[in-house]
């Protein structure tokens, strides 16, 4: 398929109201999750965006149907009879390793591909193996795979994790609702998504109590007793954030609808602070923006800490307020490639380790960049409207990795936007 980039011209303002799509990163676990259901699983308000595509096709392989009518995916993991995922398909997506969790639950293995190396830091998965280790699964490497087995069955522990991590969490609460008495997690991930999962397992029968917080326990059922759920995934709040940044950076006001407030409130504090207005509702938040942009501090950290798949977006804020902000990235390392593709555009950056220093430019200019991941891509484009000329972004492929119709849901809002094949957008040049 040829190439695609997306042209915007730029000196725009971003006004209006946005509806968010379903969470990439709950949708993609709650797939997952239905390999514990053994029948067919209704989750609704899936968005339409190909990590979804590579997820379906790994429960596919696993010999699942998926069925899509719109945002709603029916996954029958009744026939399910193999437990093994291709490398082809964890390299094209690291978050195909959540089968890992509910295959060991349902099936006591598991063989999934090892993932590679990420553009975002090592990105290891040693607490997934020593959390699930203590569940009594034992693992070995076979030829790039990842066995796990479970000679002694699976039975409930008590797992502390060393870091918060969102995918370790999940894995091991999919093992945990099917395995033999009772699990706690300390230190767990509290993110929103986290929940979400949690809500299905307990529509599946499976008892969970205390997802959110940094302590969840896990009485675990027999799978006999797990079935299939009808779920709809929560709205995606690095999505609402992304759109909300849109309207802090040229002006607003824009309104995102379908997301809680509560899972953003750091980054709403953070916008407040730069001089912008943030209003909320029960399920929408809108933010404008009169005054100039004010720099500010921020530091990525688990939630309910600022979300690092934020600090592209706000990068961009801050290299466009007036005076001096720090980033510090705590979560991923190498998550500062963005800032590269951002100096091509004028911003001026210093990035000392994990830390970024960034001026305030007040306004940026239009230049051929690429995405470095989805989060930088998404924040390219928004950095495109608000520069002055036209911006070409390059790599689009990793923004339709997580964002539903980005280029429409902007033009909704006002931008002038479109995609266009790059050989076609450099004839017309
Ligand atoms: C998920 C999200 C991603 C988000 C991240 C943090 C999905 C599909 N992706 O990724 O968008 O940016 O949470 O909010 O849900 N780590 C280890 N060993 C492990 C596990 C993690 O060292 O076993 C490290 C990672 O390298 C990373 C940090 O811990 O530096 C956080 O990772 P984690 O919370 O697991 O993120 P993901 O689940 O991969």
Same mark, same amino acid.
């Given at each position: 398929?040829?190439?695609?980039?997306?042209?915007?011209?730029?000196n725009?303002?971003?006004?209006?109201?946005?509806?968010v799509?379903?969470?990439?990163?709950?949708?993609?676990?709650?797939?997952?999750?239905?390999?514990?259901?053994?029948?067919?699983? +209704?989750?609704?308000?899936?968005?339409?965006?190909?990590?979804?595509e590579?997820?379906?096709?790994?429960?596919?392989?696993?010999g699942?149907?998926?069925?899509?009518?719109?945002?709603?995916l029916?996954?029958?993991?009744?026939?399910?009879?193999?437990?093994?995922?291709?490398?082809?398909?964890?390299?094209?997506?690291r978050?195909?390793?959540?089968?890992? *969790?509910?295959?060991?639950?349902? !099936? *006591?293995?598991?063989?999934?591909?090892?993932?590679?190396?990420?553009?975002i830091? /090592?990105?290891?998965?040693?607490?997934?193996?020593?959390?699930?280790?203590?569940?009594?699964?034992? !693992?070995?490497?076979?030829?790039? !795979?990842? $066995?796990?087995?479970?000679p002694?069955?699976?039975?409930?522990?008590?797992?502390?994790?060393?870091?918060?991590?969102?995918?370790?969490? $999940?894995?091991?609460?999919?093992?945990a609702?099917?395995?033999?008495?009772?699990?706690?997690?300390?230190?767990?991930?509290?993110e929103?998504?986290?929940?979400?999962?949690?809500?299905?397992?307990?529509?599946? *029968?499976?008892?969970?109590s205390?997802?959110?917080t940094?302590?969840? $326990?896990?009485e675990? +059922?027999?799978?006999?007793?797990?079935?299939?759920?009808?779920?709809?995934?929560?709205?995606?709040?690095?999505?609402?954030?992304?759109?909300?940044? *849109?309207?802090?950076?040229?002006?607003?006001p824009?309104? +995102?609808?379908?997301?809680?407030p509560?899972?953003?409130?750091?980054?709403?504090?953070?916008?407040?602070?730069m001089?912008?207005?943030?209003?909320?509702?029960?399920?929408?938040?809108?933010?404008?923006?009169?005054?100039?942009?004010?720099?500010?501090?921020?530091?990525?950290?688990?939630?309910?800490?600022?979300?690092?798949?934020?600090? /592209?977006?706000?990068?961009?804020?801050?290299?466009?307020?007036?005076?001096?902000?720090?980033?510090? $990235?705590?979560?991923?390392?190498?998550?500062?490639?963005?800032?590269?593709?951002?100096?091509?555009m004028?911003?001026?950056?210093?990035?000392?380790?994990?830390?970024?220093?960034?001026?305030?430019?007040?306004?940026l200019?239009?230049?051929?960049?690429?995405?470095?991941?989805?989060?930088?891509?998404?924040?390219?484009?928004?950095?495109?409207?608000?520069?002055?000329?036209?911006t070409?972004?390059?790599?689009?492929g990793?923004?339709?990795?997580?964002?539903?119709?980005?280029?429409?849901?902007?033009?909704?809002?006002?931008?002038?936007?479109?995609?266009?094949?790059?050989?076609?957008?450099?004839? /017309?040049?």
């Amino acid at each position: 398929m040829a190439e695609e980039i997306i042209i915007v011209e730029g000196n725009n303002t971003l006004a209006g109201e946005v509806a968010v799509s379903g969470a990439k990163n709950s949708a993609l676990k709650l797939i997952a999750a239905a390999l514990l259901g053994q029948g067919p699983s +209704v989750i609704r308000n899936v968005p339409l965006i190909s990590d979804i595509e590579i997820m379906s096709e790994v429960l596919r392989r696993l010999g699942a149907t998926v069925e899509r009518d719109g945002h709603v995916l029916t996954v029958d993991t009744a026939e399910v009879d193999n437990s093994e995922t291709p490398y082809e398909l964890v390299s094209k997506m690291r978050a195909s390793i959540s089968v890992l *969790g509910p295959l060991i639950g349902r !099936f *006591g293995r598991a063989r999934v591909a090892m993932p590679g190396g990420c553009q975002i830091g /090592a990105r290891k998965i040693d607490m997934h193996l020593v959390g699930l280790e203590a569940l009594g699964v034992e !693992f070995s490497i076979d030829h790039g !795979f990842l $066995e796990a087995r479970t000679p002694h069955g699976l039975a409930g522990a008590h797992v502390v994790l060393d870091f918060p991590s969102v995918g370790a969490t $999940e894995n091991l609460l999919m093992a945990a609702v099917a395995a033999e008495g009772r699990t706690v997690l300390e230190n767990a991930a509290c993110e929103p998504e986290i929940v979400d999962l949690a809500n299905m397992l307990v529509a599946m *029968g499976a008892r969970v109590s205390g997802a959110g917080t940094s302590l969840v $326990e896990v009485e675990g +059922v027999p799978l006999s007793e797990l079935r299939p759920c009808d779920h709809t995934t929560v709205g995606d709040r690095i999505e609402a954030g992304t759109f909300l940044v *849109g309207g802090a950076l040229t002006g607003g006001p824009v309104t +995102v609808r379908g997301i809680d407030p509560s899972f953003l409130r750091v980054a709403l504090m953070k916008l407040s602070a730069m001089g912008c207005e943030v209003q909320t509702g029960p399920d929408w938040i809108t933010v404008g923006r009169e005054r100039p942009l004010a720099p500010t501090d921020i530091q990525t950290l688990p939630h309910p800490g600022f979300p690092t798949d934020l600090q /592209a977006q706000f990068m961009l804020l801050a290299a466009c307020a007036e005076g001096v902000s720090v980033i510090t $990235e705590n979560v991923f390392e190498n998550r500062f490639m963005f800032a590269s593709e951002l100096m091509r555009m004028g911003a001026d950056i210093t990035i000392e380790d994990h830390h970024a220093l960034v001026r305030g430019v007040g306004m940026l200019q239009g230049a051929d960049v690429s995405s470095t991941d989805l989060r930088a891509g998404a924040a390219l484009v928004l950095a495109g409207i608000a520069a002055e000329g036209q911006t070409r972004v390059h790599e689009i492929g990793h923004i339709d990795r997580g964002y539903e119709d980005y280029a429409g849901k902007l033009a909704s809002l006002g931008a002038n936007v479109r995609r266009a094949s790059a050989e076609d957008a450099s004839a /017309a040049r």
